[in-house]
């Protein structure tokens, strides 16, 4: 799935939209001290009432919300697996029978309760439903109309969501004219803010793959290997940090720890090139070969195929991996570069990396920032000042 896949079902989560009937939701109660089920009930979503369809409408919306490899995952099932939950959703999600279903989706909360302590009670929620999207019109003057015909794709969205204790409140009764303390006992589920869920299948161009699932996290970079590999027998996920963190280390790999800002400023001008050309809705993807040609091109020496190739299968042990171009460079048109100094953090764009330099004066280490008019701080435009090596005189 891209963006847009993931927007297009996102936004029809919305009540009385006849492109998203929500057949059944199920919800399962768990304890955190025995990790066990305490309850669990299904109801025909059609008989909830307004307000809470459209709080569930707005929890589902939060577990599609996020960037993609950040928050949001599309995972690859694992292959040859015992109990693969992969079988367990696609009979669900083909089922008409409600008891079925509710049956397989409490196999897969056993699952998440095997060899798992949750810090608070939490409860998970199923929806089984089918989603919509109209076929586009041959011609503008077709007299079709593209709600006429549509291609409909069953799903299954999984919620879990944490409960919080109900706060303990005074409050002034105006009929006795008192002051009240008031307390609920009963727990309350926090449904803005979801620790975790997955929707399957996952979607490509409207068309459903029944061999991936989208995974959501609770906040960027924080996934839980567990409901992962475990629950989901999903493949590890590599984030947007992570393919960072490999292309630094093939970098350091090939042309060495140490790289002047300038060819810095070049890599990064040649990816946002890569970026900004593909045609593709999907990012474009950097093998050994295409990683190669952007170093060659930034103007960093004695760099060849076999040699980058040998840097990929030593830092991620894949010579034939790919990387997102947008996961490795920074937000282009935005100070995302950090540069940290013990007297001074500093803020730069990819693109004006160049006008930064690291040079020796007077035999200190200095940071020197080339800028287009006078720097002004706290109000006080600065002298320029001339900066010279002493030299002593001889005798």
Not at 235 to 254: G, H, L, N, Q
Request: glycine share 2%; aromatic share 10%.
């Amino acid at each position: 799935m891209n963006k847009k896949d993931i927007a297009d079902i996102k936004k029809q989560f919305k009540v009385n939209n006849d492109l998203l009937k929500i057949q059944d939701i199920f919800n399962v109660y768990i304890m955190k001290e025995s990790s066990e089920i305490y309850h669990y009930e299904s109801t025909p979503f059609e008989l909830l009432e307004d307000e809470q369809k459209d709080l569930f409408m707005a929890n589902f919306k939060k577990v599609l919300t996020g960037q993609l490899d950040q928050k949001l995952f599309e995972l690859k099932f694992q292959r040859d697996v015992e109990d693969s939950s992969q079988l367990i959703l696609h009979k669900a999600m083909l089922s008409g029978d409600t008891e079925e279903w509710k049956e397989q989706m409490l196999e897969l909360v056993a699952k998440m309760l095997k060899d798992k302590q949750y810090e608070m009670d939490i409860v998970v929620t199923f929806i089984h439903g089918e989603y919509a999207k109209p076929t586009k019109r041959s011609n503008e003057e077709a007299e079709e109309s593209s709600r006429d015909r549509v291609y409909s794709s069953p799903f299954i969205l999984c919620s879990i969501n944490k409960t919080m204790d109900p706060k303990k409140e005074l409050l002034f009764d105006y009929v006795e004219k008192e002051f009240k303390y008031h307390f609920v006992v009963d727990p309350v589920i926090n449904l803005k803010a979801p620790i975790g869920g997955f929707l399957f299948p996952s979607f490509t161009g409207g068309a459903a793959d029944v061999n991936h699932v989208l995974y959501s996290a609770s906040k960027p970079y924080e996934l839980d290997y567990h409901l992962i590999e475990e629950v989901l027998n999903a493949e590890e996920a590599m984030t947007a940090e992570d393919d960072k963190i490999v292309f630094e280390e093939i970098v350091k790999d090939v042309a060495g720890e140490q790289i002047n800002t300038t060819t810095l400023a070049n890599v990064y001008d040649e990816i946002q090139r890569v970026v900004e050309e593909n045609e593709e809705p999907d990012a474009p993807k950097l093998d050994y070969k295409d990683v190669e040609k952007v170093l060659t091109s930034s103007g960093v020496q004695d760099i060849d195929p076999e040699k980058v190739e040998s840097a990929f299968k030593k830092v991620i042990d894949d010579e034939k991996y790919e990387l997102k171009a947008t996961s490795i460079v920074p937000k282009y048109t935005s100070k995302s570069i950090k540069i940290k100094t013990k007297v001074a953090d500093i803020k730069v764009c990819p693109q004006d990396l160049r006008y930064v330099r690291q040079t020796t004066l007077d035999g200190k280490l200095c940071l020197m920032i080339e800028v287009e008019e006078n720097t002004v701080i706290e109000g006080f435009e600065m002298i320029p000042e001339a900066i010279f090596n002493r030299v002593e005189d001889k005798e």
